[in-house]
Each structure stands twice: as structure tokens, then as C-alpha cells.
């Protein structure tokens, strides 16, 4: 149990795991709206997709971190330069793999219509990264609620 509470007490995490939380209900809730998508226990996992999770939640963890201990703090520079490379992969190189998927799948349906290949062929994950907004709403979405839970703590 004192493991738990200390789990919970720990504002930081608290932070971080919240804006990841709430980015990826957003997107269900986006999903929902404007694709008429159906509601599935995968898309609170998914990856990809506005806001940007990975964006908010990193970016929770260093503001928090920053409210709690300072700019001038160690753990400050660890936090922001981790923040920095978990969105510069999110916004970058995930981002451009997921076009080399996009044009992959063109390629495979090509392909398949030509009788090339098997029909059934897989089509590969093409939403892998973010766009810079979505990096933008996701990383302002932490900071505001890391912000706000910086008065419950």
C-alpha cells in the first residue's frame, strides 16, 4: 500500500501519466467525431494521431519537474533534454517512416492489382508519427496540465 501512495504522491509521474491519459482520449474522442469510427480498446493505445501523447507527456514531465525543482536543476536538463529527443523522433523519424509505409502500401496495392503479388498481402501501419501541430497541441496540453496539477501538489 505505502508503495502505491508513493506512486501517487510522486507529482512528476502523476503529471506525465495524466497528459498521456488525456491526449489519448482526445484522440478517441477526435476519432469518434469527425472519422464516425467505432470505439475500440485499441485506439487508447495507438500511436500517432493529434494530440501527440508523447509530445504531452514528456513535456508534463519537465514542466513539473521545472515547478517542483527549478530551471537550474539536474533533473530539469535530464528532463528537457529527454523531452527533446522522445518529439524530435515522434515529429521526425517516426514521421517519416510512417511515409515510407504510406508509399509502401501504395506500392503493395500496385502490385497486387498488376497479379504480382498475393492479394491478401499485408498492408503496413502507416500512422507512426506527428505532424508538427500535433506535436504543438500535444506539448501544450502537458505544460497546462502539469500546471494545474502543480496546485493539487
Aim: hydrophobic content about 50%.
Amino acid at each position: 500500500m505505502e508503495l502505491i501512495v508513493s506512486l501517487f504522491s510522486n507529482y512528476p509521474l502523476v503529471a506525465a501519466l495524466s497528459s498521456w491519459a488525456a491526449a489519448q482520449i482526445i484522440k478517441i474522442i477526435i476519432v469518434l467525431i469527425y472519422y464516425k469510427d467505432d470505439l475500440s480498446a485499441k485506439l487508447f493505445y495507438a500511436s500517432g494521431g493529434m494530440p501527440s501523447s508523447h509530445a504531452a507527456s514528456v513535456c508534463a514531465l519537465s514542466m513539473s519537474i521545472a515547478l517542483k525543482y527549478g530551471l537550474g536543476d539536474p533533473l530539469f536538463a535530464i528532463a528537457a533534454m529527454f523531452s527533446f529527443i522522445v518529439i524530435y523522433d515522434a515529429a521526425g523519424v517516426r514521421r517519416s517512416a510512417g511515409e515510407q509505409a504510406k508509399k509502401l502500401n501504395e506500392l503493395i496495392t500496385h502490385l497486387s492489382d498488376e497479379n504480382q503479388i498475393p492479394e491478401d498481402q499485408k498492408m503496413v501501419r502507416e500512422v507512426l508519427g506527428h505532424t508538427p501541430l500535433q506535436v504543438v497541441v500535444g506539448s501544450l496540453l502537458g505544460i497546462l496540465i502539469s500546471v494545474l496539477l502543480n496546485f493539487i501538489y
